[in-house]
């Protein structure tokens, strides 16, 4: 890894408040997280203490109220927090956003008992969630998800299998989307699931090409029991919460890939300052140069696409086709970027003992979580040119 510091990234913050908590967020991303990011990585190794020290600091649940122990900051705030720790290890950042994403539901179609006995301790009392959508047999047909779950008296009986599950197996809770009625998107409702409770449990975390240090695995639920108080929203409502949820998870994953790509570039600028070919600095190359340039252009733009998309949301207006494009542009600029990086890097690029290929293999997942990247253009082309077959 090379050893000079890469230059804070300038930002437009609407507060004072916000700019001290960014101050605060880089100094713990330097500090605690980016040190042990290799080696924790390498070994598969989550960091749970991070998260606790997270919940502490408040950063656990920043978009939310303040009455429910909340940060109450803007989308606009709290999405460049999100990069600044993703810059520093993408498993926290994206970590950060899954915990925002499986408190969505409740703080957002939560009824107010259930967010005041529950809320507090997911956004600030130390608590980690996760989001179950997914199924073996349904991704991005997501509609068509098979868990079930039937009413017992004042209890309901979940049973099936999600996959694919951030935090599956370490979560302290789970937001699981269930079938309660007819098949298709209406008859799927929206449940807080403990995550100790009985006929809850995790398998072996998936062996993946890269984010070793954050678990993904298959979550099953065998007869486990909740009470309706632990119901979200209607019954019928929960698919339209899980979309409404991922709208804004996208911009999270837009956020978390443009911090990657910083990374990456910030590597490469490094490097090629330092390395000399031919008696100078290879950073003095044109054709190199050129390369940094375009990392650089599509890394600002994927930040400004992702921010005007947040600025919408904080506005109250709709930013459903921004996200989907948000989404859809910085993961390919991750993707796009951590190349780039490795090839400047050359053969130590290629190599573990610089972070380069760390952060390629990384960018990968982030064009497949939260709607694969064919989706998103699926998404944005509704918007763009109406419903298909009309």
Same mark, same amino acid.
């Given at each position: 890894?090379?050893?000079? &510091?890469? %230059?804070?990234?300038?930002?437009?913050?609407?507060?004072?408040?916000?700019?001290?908590?960014?101050?605060?967020?880089?100094?713990?991303?330097?500090? &605690? @997280?980016?040190?042990?990011?290799?080696?924790?990585?390498? +070994?598969?190794?989550?960091?749970?203490?991070?998260?606790? $020290?997270?919940? =502490?600091?408040?950063?656990?649940?920043?978009?939310?109220?303040?009455?429910?122990?909340?940060?109450?900051?803007?989308? =606009?705030?709290?999405?460049?927090?999100? =990069?600044?720790?993703?810059?520093?290890?993408?498993?926290?950042?994206?970590?950060? #956003?899954?915990?925002?994403?499986?408190?969505?539901?409740?703080? /957002?179609?939560?009824?107010?008992?259930?967010?005041?006995?529950?809320?507090?301790?997911?956004?600030?009392?130390?608590?980690?969630?996760?989001?179950? $959508? #997914?199924?073996?047999? #349904?991704? #991005?047909?997501?509609?068509?998800?098979?868990?079930?779950?039937?009413?017992?008296?004042?209890?309901?009986? @979940?049973?099936?299998?999600?996959?694919? @599950?951030?935090?599956?197996?370490?979560?302290?809770?789970?937001?699981?989307?269930?079938?309660?009625?007819?098949?298709?998107?209406?008859?799927? /409702?929206? *449940?807080?699931?403990?995550?100790?409770?009985?006929?809850?449990?995790? +398998?072996?975390?998936?062996?993946?090409?890269?984010?070793?240090?954050?678990? !993904?695995?298959?979550?099953?639920?065998?007869?486990?029991?909740?009470?309706?108080?632990?119901?979200?929203?209607?019954?019928? %409502?929960?698919?339209?919460?899980?979309?409404?949820?991922?709208?804004?998870?996208? $911009?999270?994953?837009?956020?978390?890939?443009?911090? $990657?790509? %910083?990374?990456?570039?910030?590597?490469?600028?490094?490097?090629?300052?330092?390395?000399?070919?031919?008696?100078?600095?290879?950073?003095?190359?044109?054709?190199?140069? *050129?390369?940094?340039?375009?990392?650089?252009?599509?890394?600002?733009?994927?930040?400004?696409?992702?921010?005007?998309?947040?600025?919408?949301?904080?506005?109250?207006?709709? *930013?459903?086709? %921004?996200? +989907?494009?948000?989404?859809?542009?910085? /993961?390919? !600029?991750?993707?796009?970027?951590?190349?780039?990086?490795?090839?400047?890097?050359?053969?130590?690029?290629?190599?573990?003992?610089?972070?380069?290929?760390?952060?390629?293999?990384?960018?990968?997942?982030?064009?497949?979580?939260?709607? /694969?990247?064919? @989706?998103?253009?699926?998404?944005?082309?509704?918007?763009?040119?109406?419903?298909?077959?009309?």
């Amino acid at each position: 890894m090379s050893d000079r &510091e890469p %230059q804070p990234v300038e930002r437009q913050l609407p507060t004072d408040e916000a700019r001290d908590l960014l101050s605060l967020v880089r100094e713990i991303a330097r500090r &605690e @997280i980016a040190p042990k990011a290799a080696e924790e990585e390498d +070994a598969g190794r989550f960091p749970r203490e991070t998260f606790t $020290l997270l919940s =502490e600091a408040g950063l656990l649940g920043l978009p939310y109220p303040a009455e429910h122990g909340g940060g109450e900051q803007p989308y =606009e705030v709290y999405l460049q927090v999100v =990069e600044e720790l993703a810059a520093a290890r993408l498993t926290v950042g994206l970590g950060v #956003s899954v915990h925002t994403l499986a408190s969505y539901a409740l703080a /957002t179609y939560g009824a107010k008992q259930q967010q005041v006995e529950h809320l507090p301790a997911m956004l600030g009392g130390g608590l980690l969630g996760a989001y179950c $959508l #997914s199924e073996p047999s #349904s991704g #991005s047909d997501a509609a068509s998800l098979r868990t079930k779950a039937v009413r017992d008296g004042d209890e309901w009986v @979940i049973d099936g299998t999600k996959a694919w @599950i951030t935090h599956g197996g370490v979560a302290d809770f789970y937001t699981v989307m269930a079938r309660t009625g007819e098949q298709g998107p209406r008859g799927i /409702t929206a *449940f807080l699931v403990p995550g100790d409770a009985p006929g809850l449990s995790a +398998a072996a975390p998936e062996r993946k090409m890269g984010l070793k240090g954050s678990p !993904t695995a298959q979550v099953h639920l065998d007869g486990v029991r909740v009470g309706d108080d632990r119901r979200i929203g209607e019954e019928g %409502q929960g698919f339209a919460i899980a979309l409404s949820a991922l709208d804004s998870g996208r $911009l999270g994953i837009a956020a978390c890939a443009i911090g $990657l790509a %910083q990374a990456a570039l910030d590597e490469a600028v490094a490097y090629a300052a330092q390395r000399r070919q031919f008696g100078r600095p290879i950073a003095d190359f044109q054709g190199l140069r *050129f390369m940094l340039a375009d990392m650089a252009t599509q890394i600002e733009a994927g930040r400004a696409l992702y921010l005007a998309a947040a600025r919408l949301r904080d506005a109250g207006l709709p *930013f459903a086709k %921004q996200a +989907a494009m948000a989404k859809l542009h910085c /993961t390919d !600029t991750a993707m796009k970027v951590t190349t780039d990086a490795v090839q400047i890097l050359g053969g130590y690029g290629y190599t573990a003992d610089f972070p380069a290929e760390r952060y390629m293999r990384e960018a990968k997942v982030l064009q497949i979580v939260e709607g /694969t990247n064919q @989706i998103q253009r699926m998404v944005i082309a509704r918007h763009v040119a109406g419903p298909e077959g009309r």
